[in-house]
């Protein structure tokens, strides 16, 4: 027969909790705060995307510039008549010619080259306009989830010191004999488990304070949060309705792509080459000038399959710009519904939150009165902790809408202008 369960001294169940809660206040005092999200947001134009987005806008500047240039004369030096045979011997009975040739770019050539260049520089800028969107979305985000996995450690310090004071209040009624000793050691377990719970909160932190270092690219390690994100009131639904910066760029691709087709057009026609030059006559010691005009017969090539190509990329341009319009009125919709669905979350989550602390408060008075049991506190008090974790979420779920709407309206969120 086994020997009959000895109930554990109050020494054991103490030293245990004063384990837990030493290794729950014994972490560092983190208090290193990240700059407010505005003074992250002026320092995006240092980032590498925003950086590589300038770079391509003064590529495409440059080109500007360069197809204004027209083509460098030709200078040509020609003899004929010269160290051959018989009365051509020698140098006496040469013709010497210099000449100088010059492309007249007819037909429109270097105003369609000009075009070209001009659409590229607008589709260069729209992109770097883009790129400054994408990037103050992704700090927005990196940040938010920052402060939220920040709110989510806090969230887990307040349930291990509740779940604490919970276990020694039970370990209290259980050694006065109103309660089993089932019920310290189930406290005992509860505490453990919030001490692991907290752990992995303080890991998620630590790696969201990381990422958020390396995007926003600060010289420290950033160890807590100060101004908050998760807490400001999104713009997005009562800003003015613009054109999303995906549709924009494609707007401009399209016009880039329509302006490349006259392009090949003129590239079609004849180069047309005027010269002019001296011609030496050796044997009679005279000098004459010479003129000329060159052009290519257009017998074999045409330029024909290159319009064509040139058209097959306008109609494409032109796909994607429509698909890029639906897929951004769609994409609007979406995000003003989620916003607004958002809004009433956080509404109830607060909500949620004052009645579930209501409800831990109301029993754990009862708990300690024993007018209720060990199972209902731990109820109440699991529910205290869920209200207040959905709080977060519904939070962080807000400005993920706001990013979205903001992205589509090309602004940085929460109304600040790009």
């Not at 030709?74 to 009975?93: C, I, K, M, S, W």
């Not at 010191?161 to 209040?169: C, E, F, G, K, S």
């Not at 050691?185 to 001490?195: D, F, L, P, S, V």
């Not at 400005?399 to 709407?405: F, N």
Request: with cysteine; proline share 5%.
């Amino acid at each position: 027969m086994s020997p009959p369960y000895r109930r554990r001294p109050p020494l054991v169940a103490g030293c245990a909790l004063v384990a837990i809660a030493a290794g729950f206040l014994g972490g560092p005092a983190w208090a290193d705060p990240a700059p407010s999200f505005e003074v992250l947001l002026a320092r995006l134009g240092e980032t590498p995307a925003t950086m590589e987005a300038d770079a391509l806008l003064e590529a495409a500047e440059a080109r500007v510039r360069q197809a204004r240039v027209r083509p460098n004369p030709e200078l040509g030096l020609e003899a004929e008549n010269a160290f051959g045979t018989g009365p051509f011997q020698g140098y006496d009975n040469a013709e010497t010619t210099l000449s100088l040739s010059q492309d007249l770019e007819l037909w429109g050539r270097r105003s369609a080259r000009v075009g070209v260049a001009h659409a590229e520089v607008g589709t260069a800028a729209l992109r770097r306009d883009l790129a400054d969107v994408e990037a103050a979305s992704r700090l927005a985000l990196v940040y938010a989830e920052a402060e939220a996995a920040e709110r989510r450690f806090q969230l887990a310090e307040e349930a291990l010191t509740v779940t604490i004071a919970d276990t020694r209040a039970a370990l209290i009624l259980v050694e006065e004999g109103r309660e089993p000793l089932l019920r310290g050691i189930q406290g005992e377990t509860e505490a453990a488990a919030a001490r692991a719970t907290l752990d992995e909160a303080q890991a998620e932190r630590d790696a969201a304070f990381a990422r958020l270092t390396v995007v926003a690219m600060l010289p420290t390690p950033v160890t807590s949060i100060d101004a908050s994100l998760l807490d400001r009131t999104p713009a997005g639904v009562t800003a003015a309705v613009v054109a999303a910066p995906e549709v924009l760029v494609a707007e401009a691709e399209r016009a880039a792509a329509e302006s490349r087709i006259e392009v090949e057009r003129v590239r079609a026609r004849p180069d047309i080459t005027a010269s002019v030059g001296i011609r030496r006559y050796e044997a009679e010691d005279a000098t004459a000038l010479t003129f000329g005009v060159s052009m290519p017969l257009p017998l074999f090539d045409r330029n024909r399959g290159a319009i064509d190509a040139a058209r097959a990329e306008f109609r494409a341009a032109e796909a994607r710009l429509i698909g890029a319009r639906q897929e951004a009125e769609a994409d609007r919709n979406a995000a003003e519904a989620r916003l607004r669905a958002s809004a009433s979350r956080v509404a109830a989550a607060d909500a949620g939150i004052r009645a579930a602390e209501e409800a831990y408060r109301l029993s754990r008075i009862g708990f300690e009165a024993g007018r209720i049991s060990q199972l209902e506190l731990r109820s109440s008090r699991a529910a205290l902790i869920n209200a207040r974790s959905a709080a977060v979420d519904a939070r962080l779920a807000r400005v993920r809408a706001e990013i979205d709407l903001a992205r589509l309206q090309g602004r940085a969120p929460f109304g600040i202008s790009q």
